[in-house]
């Protein structure tokens, strides 16, 4: 997992690398995840998630479409980030312990 944060107002957002690794065929899918959080959730986030650690968030989808500065439609899809629990922190990292879920 790699973590960008971007922090604006009251709300956090965070793009989330998921690599998979697909069994027998030996491939690497790479898939980019924004996750907005608000708020409480968004500020527990940012001070507990360092890269590497393992969470799990539930929320819902937001799409949305715009059209890019050459003309083409654009299409993007975030998760709204409602709760998010803390399952391990990184490995070989020393840091707080984590929090529990929001």
Known sequence: MRLRPQYTGHVWSYDFVMDRTHDGTRQ?????????CFNGVGK???E???KG??????GRN????????????RY?????AEQVDFL???QGVTCPPLAPSI
């Open 62 to 73: 937001h799409y949305t479409l715009w059209t890019d500065s050459t003309g083409q439609s």
């Open 76 to 80: 993007g899809c975030e998760i709204i």
């Open 88 to 90: 391990a922190k990184a």
């Open 44 to 46: 527990r986030v940012a």
């Open 48 to 50: 507990h998630v360092i």
């Open 28 to 36: 690497t899918e790479t898939e980019w995840h924004r996750i907005t």
């Open 53 to 58: 650690a393992m969470i799990m968030v539930t």
